[in-house]
């Protein structure tokens, strides 16, 4: 095989985790894996039963979405938002995942002259991993207003995501679009966790008008399906008319029986409302735990993580106590970017009752020695 030297994946940040797990593993009751913000969850049934009966896996799906797919997604907008997106500003994902990934890329392709993709310095990794996989630089801000104008003349997108993770936080949306505005960058805005805003109503970028953004919106953790991979992104009719084209080129394609489950889940609210109690349980159970272990941690204004400053500023050192003592395992902040290398994220996507048990075992053991540490 011939020798490159161009790029080389790093280490996917989850892979890094492997040592807290085993410790977490070696208590009697096992780990508790409070790491990546998979839900656990079931889906309502009604999603569930429409993947087996919609008749829809012989032909190919419709890349853009089926016509009851985008009605679907911009009845959701509205009902739940009060954000009127006609349903052909909308364009169905595979989940998002892919999507933040690809969207730099797509959108150099387009505009050659801009090569920066700015994003939160504290935030999921994949807007700098879209960045690095188009060639492009990628800049991370603490603020809009901060970003330097040499980036801001060369932003190529600008992603935002409230609410937030791993911190929870809220952004300014309308201010976020104006920005975009005023220096010609689209403003990308991934709203996946927008049903778990604990401070005020959810908000969405395209309340505030179409022009120059986009709303990116899952499934997988408004309705526990990630694992079906359904999501979409509305907003700047060109722009989604532009996207939608090059990645029916490419291939995209949410499977047809996904696309009728989507529809069940975004026709219905009620279980949404049931998670939003689920995860409003979980994150003061695990806010009351954390105190065993000294911690003093605020509650989000949204999602389901717990973004917990560890003491000292010694993230690792926390993450092995949680793993060592309470059998949980975490993710240390350095995983969102260097400016989070002093908090701990703890995804409160398990059970009830596991997260009891973790809670428990950390009160057990009274005062916390320090963990033993294997090397990071
Ligand atoms: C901020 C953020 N955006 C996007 C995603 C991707 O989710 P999915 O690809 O399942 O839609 C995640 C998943 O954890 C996330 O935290």
Redesign the pocket.
Known sequence: MTQTRGFEPPPYPYDRLDVLRKAADALPGGAVDLS???PYDAPPRAVVEALGSSGTERGYPPSVGTPAFRAAAAAWLERRFGAAVPPDHLAACM????F?AGVPHWLRLRTPDRDTVLYPRI??P?YAMGATLAGCRAVPYAALDDVDPGDAERALCVWV?SP??PTGGLDDLPAAAAWGRAHGAPVLS?E??IEFTWAGPGRTIVAAGLDGVLA?H????RSNL?GA?A?FYAGDPELVHYLSEVRKHAGFMVPGPVQAAAVAAFDDDRHVDEQRSRYQRRLALMIDALTAVGVDCPAPDGAFYLWAPAPGGDAWGLAHILAAVGGAVVAPGELYGEAGRDHVRIAVVQPDDRLELVARRLRDAGDVPDAPRAAD
Do not use: M
């Not at 989940?95 to 892919?98: A, I, L, P, R, Y």
């Not at 899952?218 to 953790?221: M, R």
């Open positions: 990546i913000g998979t989940g998002t995942k892919e933040v935030s999921y994949s995501n937030a993770n991934d996946c966790y990116v899952s499934l997988s953790k990630a991979r999501g």
